[in-house]
């Protein structure tokens, strides 16, 4: 018996069984560290955390104890986009443990994927209770905002403005205003068109009237159509273009808004990529719209947008953005003559204001008080900023929030840095969202780098020459010394 | 670990004493190099190429330009290289017969394979520590994700050590050097692209085979996410092939 304990049978037995229960233990050990994961995101910008907004919403479920189902049909051949679902699934889950999920392939599992309707893949269903959202595509913003819809009672309405040459919804181009459209609809509103020639009023569903770059002024009756919804309580946003529509920027003012005819030139923007007529915007003021806004924005052809001041009675305004200190304003004959430089006669120095938002006490400006909007105003009536911020639901307010570029928010350039952002934000605002409004999810900030003749020279000299030179040399001195020694007899 | 030391400084000394270490840390650091310049000068032209077109700006940063595809080429590089770093870790004293001499020191058989093991492991830290170069470069010319840089060097370091470990194991098996540079290169190749194969699988096979999958724990630590289970992963495979390694050189005990 102890002859066969010491045979080469019985060792290599051991041998193979040792190898087996070792395999064992470390599979079981991962397959413990996977069921139960654990992750830190180290990256600087955080983009592999929920944005706040996201953990925002998916706190309200909490705090209401509202479990959230998640069927995910995904094909199994689509590992990549699986694995990207499930890490982004796994970030809410982390918050809010009632945050289920499970994985179906559609074509494995018929029965459930023909019960839940399921036609193109993937799709993503949300159930909580008896309310159901789908998704086609899954990111984070687009999962939060079905979450948000689910919590919802009603869907607001954005009305566009047509009829004066303003950015049109419908067209996809790079002058187009499709981008922001389908972005303000991902935030959970409907959207439609609205010809005030064709209806005597603003319709009673509208939650924002967008006045996107008018290139004329509308009529005055739609004039009186708009301030009459302004001063019900209703809520507008306008985007100008310079030297235009100055009956529309006469109107402004009522709301507490100064435009003159100018745009704005900028020193700074081209240093970051930009032309001279695309100011950066990195300064903002204290406001919802703005609130931990840390990245700048591109107004491009921008005229300024100052406060009345003192404010009209009734209004309360602040300025929402400002230019560079290196920017200044110029006139149009200085534009057509194609000498942009200052001129203190014709233009300010910045920063210049570009946006500026508003909100205007219902019953101070009806349509008959707005004409006399230009009254006497003392100064016990003028807000302090936080007052305009602290808005009230029990006196419904009207809300004005005016940008001195329309093409901002056009397709070209609605993705460049904070541009989304500053515009989804004003229409949550306009819309009395204050919950949606935060940082979108965001991956690196933009940092271009253009190497000078040296520094490229440098990047590729230390790297590519110089670090391994040193232990290729080093090498051969080696091999050289030990050879010597060969030589010598030195070694065996 | 009795004579665990002993084993360490005589392999440290084996890797500079010999042209392998200067040769594989060379060809690593120009190869490396190379991919972090052509990388900057894409970075430096798509930068130029923002100035007529702000709209193309975003994700124009050192960490989505330079750093990411940089640490993806090095874990390819490394790929091809570790099995030249552990070829010779045991089929050479195999193949001198040195390895019969080796066993009847007073040296256990753990220390032998993590002396090895570790000196391999050390010539690679080496070899990433002079790549620091690129960081500093980077750090002159503009602000960087550090959080990014450091869990992917994290990533490349435990992959190393796995394919290090995986090396030292066929090179414990074969005593023809060529063949354990050739094996460890296939099979750590097999671990690399296993994933592949999922998508023709059924979903238990196919989630077995992506836990097994290198390429897909790489991905986190580049993306800068580090998770406990893809830790692990490296440290297990790590664990699995060095217990393999031990198991292999006693056999050399009782197989005589």
């Known amino acids: 018996m102890s002859d066969f304990f010491k045979s080469r049978t019985a060792k290599g037995g051991g ?88 994985f179906y392939d559609p074509d494995r599992d018929r029965a459930l994927a023909l019960q839940n309707k399921i036609d193109s893949y993937p799709t993503v269903i949300l159930k909580v209770g008896p309310k159901t ?117 006469e109107v402004l003012k009522k709301y507490g808004f100064e435009t003159t005819g100018d745009i704005v030139v900028d020193r700074m923007s081209q240093a970051l990529g930009g032309d001279y007529l695309m100011p950066v915007i990195t300064t903002y003021a204290q406001f919802p719209i703005t609130r931990n806004f840390t990245v700048a924005s591109f107004f491009p052809q921008t ?65 008959k008080a707005a004409t006399d909007s230009n ?114 007899g030195g070694l065996d | 670990m009795n004579g665990f030391v002993a084993i360490f400084r005589k392999e440290m000394a084996n890797f500079f004493v010999s042209p392998i270490a200067y040769a594989v840390i060379g060809i690593f650091l120009i190869i490396a190099g190379f991919f972090f310049w052509a990388n900057l000068s894409l970075l430096s032209l798509v930068s130029l190429q923002a100035a007529n077109d702000p709209s193309i700006m975003t994700r124009i940063n050192l960490t989505d330009v330079v750093i990411r595809p940089m640490v993806q080429n090095m874990s390819i590089i490394l790929l091809f290289l570790t099995p030249l770093l552990t070829m010779r870790l045991f089929s050479e004293e195999k193949k001198s017969g040195t390895i019969e001499l080796l066993l009847t020191y007073p040296v256990n058989d753990f220390g032998i394979v993590m002396g090895k093991f570790l000196a391999a492991v050390t010539v690679l830290l080496i070899m990433m520590g002079c790549t620091l170069t690129f960081a500093i470069i980077m750090a002159t010319l503009g602000s960087f994700d550090i959080g990014v840089f450091f869990s992917s060097y994290l990533g490349l370091i435990l992959m190393g050590a796995s394919f290090i470990a995986l090396g030292a194991f066929i090179s414990s098996v074969t005593e023809n050097q060529i063949v354990a540079a050739a094996i460890s290169f296939g099979a750590a190749l097999m671990f690399w692209i296993i994933s592949w194969t999922s998508s023709f699988t059924g979903p238990t ?52």
């Open chain 1, 15 to 102: 041998l193979a069984f040792g190898i087996i229960i070792f395999l064992a233990i470390i599979v079981a050990l991962q397959y413990i560290a996977v069921q139960n994961p654990k992750r830190w995101d180290v990256t600087n910008s955080g983009s592999h955390t929920l944005a706040p907004q996201s953990r925002q919403v998916i706190e309200t479920f909490k705090d209401k104890d509202l479990p959230v189902e998640v069927l995910a049909f995904y094909e199994t051949k689509d590992q990549r986009g699986r694995e990207h679902t499930q890490d982004l699934l796994d970030r809410y889950r982390d918050v809010w443990k009632n945050f289920t999920y499970t």
């Open chain 1, 133 to 249: 959202e789908r998704l086609n595509q899954l990111d984070e913003e687009s999962l939060t905002n079905a979450l948000t819809r689910l919590l919802r009672t009603e869907v607001k309405k954005v009305y566009f403005l047509k009829g004066h040459g303003e950015l049109d919804p419908a067209d996809t181009g790079v002058q187009g205003f499709s981008v922001a459209k389908d972005q303000i609809e991902k935030q959970n509103y409907t959207t439609s068109d609205l010809i005030l020639l064709e209806t005597p009023k603003v319709p009673d569903d509208c939650a924002i009237l967008v006045i996107a770059g008018p290139k004329t002024d509308p009529m005055d009756n739609e004039f009186s159509a708009i301030e009459d919804y302004v001063g019900k309580g209703g809520s507008l946003l306008v985007t100008l273009n310079p030297f235009k529509t100055p009956k529309l920027c």
């Open chain 1, 303 to 367: 005229r300024s947008v100052r406060v009345v001041s003192p404010n009209p009675p009734g209004v309360q305004a602040i300025e929402l953005a400002k230019t560079s200190p290196v920017s200044w304003t110029i006139d149009e004959q200085q534009l057509n003559s194609g000498v942009a430089d200052f001129n203190e006669k014709t233009g300010k120095k910045g920063p210049i204001p570009v946006m500026a938002v508003s909100t205007i006490t219902a019953k101070a400006l009806g349509p």
């Open chain 1, 375 to 488: 009254a006497k105003s003392s100064d016990k009536d003028q807000p302090q900023k936080s007052d305009v911020a602290n808005d009230t639901k029990t006196n419904k307010k009207g809300r004005v929030v005016v940008a001195g570029s329309s093409l901002f928010a056009a397709n070209r350039f609605f993705k460049l840095q904070g541009n989304g952002d500053l515009f989804l934000n004003s229409i949550s605002w306009l819309a009395e969202d204050e919950n949606l409004i935060a940082i979108r999810p965001k991956s690196e900030n933009a940092q271009p780098i253009v190497l000078t003749g040296n520094q490229s020279l440098i990047s590729f000299v230390i790297p590519v020459i110089i670090v391994p030179l040193i232990w290729i040399l080093a090498g051969v001195a080696v091999f050289v010394y030990r050879r010597k020694l060969a030589r010598a």
């Open chain 2, 205 to 256: 096979m196919a989630a077995i085979i992506r836990q097994t999958s290198i390429l897909e724990r790489l991905d986190s630590f580049f993306k800068g996410v580090i998770t406990v289970s893809d830790v692990t992963y490296f440290l297990f495979f790590t664990a699995f092939f060095l217990f393999l390694s031990f198991r292999s050189v006693e056999t050399q005990r009782w197989r005589g």
